[in-house]
């Protein structure tokens, strides 16, 4: 990795950070588990080319706030959800996963449709048992299944139903954290108006 490459990708994840944190609809979709935002580098092999949220995205005084600095390696699940999408469509490197629910995945779809995105969903109700129970397997059947589920088109966002001890979430891609920073602010406010 180059140092102009680390330069650059600390420098965007810091000006997305810094606009999420100003974002005050956003933490109305926080999830339990908290969001993180990943940033791969653009050969990106394994979680630690990964530069996530050390501690992920919590809410502090009302307003999202990231609970760490940025970190290679500081996420699993979204670091291993952003290499395994890069399979389908390599122009995308970032993501941030949010809180979701029947009816906000359907307004997400009306969004979608709207800005020529497409969307997918992952109903964790059909993940095979042997791909349930096996650690790490679920990755590439979710991110395929998401696939499918768009029309064979890599989503943009995809909604993630939950299941047994599972957190219903959506997840946003795009080329880098400051493109996913704005988006999601925007449907964040844009959903916050509707309710």
Partial sequence: MTDN???????????????IGHCREF?????????NLVFARKNAKTRNDVL??????????????ASGRPVFGASSHMARLIIEYRKYDSSVRAGIDFASSPSFARWLLQYCEKNGWSFGVIDRRNEPEEIRDAEGASMPWKVAEAVRAAGRRPPKIFYETGAIGKEPVSVLVGRDPLEVATQICAIAKLYHDTK
């Fill in 5 to 19: 490459e680390i330069i650059d990708m600390y420098g965007r994840m810091t000006i997305a950070l810094e606009e």
């Fill in 27 to 35: 933490a109305e979709i926080i999830p339990e588990v908290r969001s």
């Fill in 52 to 65: 996530a949220v050390d501690g992920r995205i919590t809410v502090v005084g009302g307003m999202p706030h």
